[in-house]
C-alpha cells in the first residue's frame, strides 16, 4: 500500500502537467495523511484541480477543508480567495486574501495575492458604479413618469373645463326649432361615434378625439348660426 506521501508525490507530478484529472484522486487520497502539512498542502491542491475541471463549489470545500486542517497557514486562504475571484465574489476573494497575507505567506504567493486584490478592487469598483448608474436610471425614469402623470392630469381638467364650459355655452344658445331638430336627431350617433372613439383610442387619443369633436361641434354651431 503507497504512503500518503508518495501518493502526493505522484499527484504533484500529474499537476505539473495540468493532467488535473488524475491528479485529482490521488491528492484526495493523501489528504487522509495525519501529518497537518500533508493534508492542507493536498486539499489545497484538490481545491486547485476542481477549480481548473470547473467544479467550484467543492473547490470551495477543498479550500476550507485546508484552511480548517492548518487555519495559521496562508495557503488555504489563498486558495480559496481565488476560487471565491474566479466566482466573481469580489468581498469574499478581499477577506480571505487579507487573511492570507496576514499570516506572511511566501514572496511568490504573497505577490500573487497582492495582484489579486488589485484585480478584485478594481472590479468591485465597477460593480459598484453600475450599480449606482442603474438606480439613478431607475430613478430617473420614475421622476420622468410622474411628470408625465402630472401634465396628463393637468391636461385632462383643463379639458373638462372646457367641455363644461362648452356645454354651457351649448344651453344658452337657444338654437332655432330646425335646427334644434336635426342636432336631436344627431345626437345619438354623435354620442354613440364620441364612445367609440374614446375606447378605441389610448388616453392621449381621447383627448385628441375629444378636441377633434368639439371642433365639429363647433362647426356645425357657427353653420347654423349664419344660416
Not at 484552511?67 to 477577506?95: F, K, M, N, S
Not at 504567493?109 to 448608474?133: F, K, S, Y
Not at 356645454?167 to 364612445?195: L, M, N, Y
Amino acid at each position: 500500500m503507497q504512503s500518503s506521501q508518495s501518493l502526493h508525490d505522484r499527484a504533484e507530478k500529474l499537476y505539473a502537467t495540468r493532467s488535473y484529472a488524475e491528479a485529482l484522486p490521488l491528492f484526495t487520497r493523501a489528504s487522509a495523511s495525519s501529518s497537518i502539512p500533508l493534508k492542507r498542502r493536498c486539499h489545497a491542491r484538490r481545491s486547485a484541480c476542481l477549480q481548473l475541471l470547473g467544479k467550484h463549489a467543492k473547490s470551495i470545500e477543498a479550500a476550507t477543508a485546508s484552511i480548517d486542517a492548518d487555519p495559521a497557514h496562508a495557503e488555504g486562504w489563498a486558495c480559496r480567495g481565488t476560487v471565491q475571484y474566479g466566482l466573481r465574489h469580489h468581498a469574499e476573494a478581499l477577506t480571505d486574501w487579507a487573511e492570507a497575507l496576514s499570516r506572511a505567506p511566501p514572496p511568490p504567493i504573497a505577490r500573487a495575492v497582492r495582484l489579486g486584490m488589485q484585480h478584485a478592487e478594481a472590479a468591485a469598483a465597477a460593480a459598484r458604479r453600475a450599480g449606482q448608474e442603474r438606480t439613478a436610471a431607475r430613478i430617473r425614469s420614475e421622476v420622468q413618469a410622474e411628470e408625465l402623470d402630472a401634465v396628463e392630469r393637468r391636461l385632462e381638467g383643463q379639458l373638462e373645463e372646457e367641455e363644461e364650459q362648452l356645454r354651457a355655452g351649448e344651453a344658452r344658445a337657444a338654437p332655432a326649432p330646425a335646427v334644434v331638430s336635426v342636432a336631436e336627431a344627431e345626437a345619438p350617433g354623435r354620442r354613440a361615434t364620441q364612445q367609440l372613439l374614446l375606447l378605441g383610442f389610448g388616453h392621449v387619443g381621447r383627448q385628441f378625439a375629444r378636441m377633434i369633436l368639439r371642433c365639429l361641434w363647433c362647426c356645425r354651431w357657427y353653420c347654423c348660426c349664419w344660416r
